[in-house]
């Protein structure tokens, strides 16, 4: 509604949160993993 100046940032605020989770997600994961298979 304000025009394509306010649609970047809020894209922003939706991948920053989405890639930091997916990020921690995928530490997680080779943590355990790595704990299981004991590289």
């Known amino acids: 509604m304000f025009g394509t100046n306010v649609t970047e940032p809020g894209q ?18 080779r943590l ?3 704990r299981r298979f004991g590289h």
């Open 12 to 29: 922003l605020l939706v991948r920053l949160p989405a890639l930091f989770l997916t990020g921690m997600a995928f530490i997680l994961l």
């Open 32 to 34: 355990i993993y790595g």
